[in-house]
């Protein structure tokens, strides 16, 4: 059973900073590119940072270029998220995705989600 188990969000004031981590189970993590998503209230889920199985390149969207970096840990299985220079509009839930990208229609997973609020 594949697992992908969230941490570390919570509450933090703006121009803080945050580290999310994703713990995966039940999967070949190598296989894996990973990825962060996140979803505000109201809007739909947007890709926030995502990292190759076997080159760890990188890209991230817009917003957070510059402020949130993304890695891995093949030996524990985790992937990370460190949040920087926080504004309101990143608060939202972020998920953790895999996708298996060695076949074609590899499988997708999810995590259940962390909440992040950016707030005064």
């Known amino acids: 059973q594949v697992q992908l188990v969230e941490s570390g969000g919570g509450l933090v004031q703006p121009g803080g900073s945050l580290r999310l981590s994703c713990a995966a189970s039940g999967l070949t993590f190598t296989d894996y590119q990973m990825s962060w998503y996140r979803q505000a209230p109201g809007k739909e889920r947007e890709l926030v940072a995502e990292?190759?199985?076997?080159?760890?390149?990188?890209n991230y969207a817009d917003s957070v270029k510059g402020r949130f970096t993304v890695w891995r840990d093949d030996i524990e299985s985790t992937v990370h998220l460190q949040m920087s220079s926080l504004k309101p509009q990143d608060t939202a839930v972020y998920y953790c995705?895999?996708?298996?990208?060695?076949?074609?229609?590899?499988?997708?997973?999810w995590g259940q989600g962390t909440q992040v609020t950016v707030s005064p």
């Open positions: 995705h895999a996708r298996n990208i060695r076949a074609i229609g590899g499988a997708v997973y």
């Open positions: 990292i190759d199985d076997f080159t760890w390149a990188t």
